[in-house]
């Protein structure tokens, strides 16, 4: 994946410094291992679409559950990301 323009840059290079944001959803572990490669564990939070059943039975068991994500990993992506970029 490359950025467009004069330079050869990889996106993710661009995209580790970067607030980028995006909405998406991954239900399988080595899914979520990628995003979490590509965006940086810092870029990466849980969400939900509660109360609606539109993806996991049971929040964040995906990521409690990984097998690629170190614990501090999982802390982040489960709330401690959110905290920083909510500011709360």
Request: proline share 2%; net charge negative.
């Amino acid at each position: 994946m490359y950025v467009s323009g004069t330079s050869a840059r990889r996106a993710d290079d661009s995209i580790k410094g970067a607030e980028v944001g995006d909405d998406g959803a991954v239900h399988l572990d080595e899914a979520l291992r990628l995003l979490v490669a590509v965006m940086g564990t810092d870029h990466v939070m849980l969400g939900s679409d509660d109360p609606f059943p539109l993806g996991e039975e049971q929040s964040g068991r995906l990521v409690r559950g990984s097998v690629h994500l170190a614990s501090d990993q999982k802390e982040a992506v489960l709330g401690h990301n959110a905290v920083r970029f909510f500011d709360l």
